[in-house]
């Protein structure tokens, strides 16, 4: 594993992370793991007027998932579903500031898959 990759910001946000707890009432939610390095995620949303009022997950993990988590959580607050729906690794990727091998990918990208599941099972009702 590259030292590299742990950057102050991403220490920061794994340390610290933003919206970080659950939402008793939530609107959607969506758990997933990696069974392959065990990190795992939970992701709490509410809406208003079709945008994300409120979101936070709770998990586990390395470094970069939870960093990814909570980066991803900040970004996506009072976006809509088509925003949702855009995003892709590469906004990740921008987001963590780093390139990632193919595994530490995984890790970075659990966070996005529970979100843009959790969005898309509350709009598809």
Same mark, same amino acid.
């Given at each position: 594993?590259?030292?590299?990759?742990?950057?102050?910001?991403?220490?920061?946000?794994?340390?610290?992370?933003?919206n970080f707890g659950k939402?008793? #009432?939530?609107?959607?939610?969506?758990s997933d793991a990696n069974p392959?390095?065990? +990190?795992?995620? %939970?992701?709490?949303?509410n809406f208003s007027n079709k945008k994300?009022?409120?979101?936070?997950?709770?998990?586990?993990g390395c470094a970069i998932s939870q960093a990814s988590a909570s980066m991803l959580t900040d970004y996506v #607050?009072?976006?809509d579903l088509e925003f949702v729906k855009k995003l892709d690794k590469d +906004?990740?990727? %921008?987001?963590l500031g780093i390139d990632l091998s193919f595994n530490r990918l995984k890790c970075a990208l659990l966070p996005l898959k529970a979100i843009k599941m959790a969005?898309?099972?509350?709009?598809?009702k």
């Open positions: 594993m590259d030292k590299e990759i742990y950057t102050e910001l991403i220490m920061e946000h794994y340390k610290k992370p933003r939402i008793l #009432k939530a609107d959607a939610e969506y392959l390095c065990g +990190d795992e995620i %939970k992701v709490y949303i994300i009022k409120e979101i936070k997950f709770i998990g586990n #607050k009072g976006k +906004d990740v990727l %921008k987001l969005v898309y099972s509350y709009f598809s």
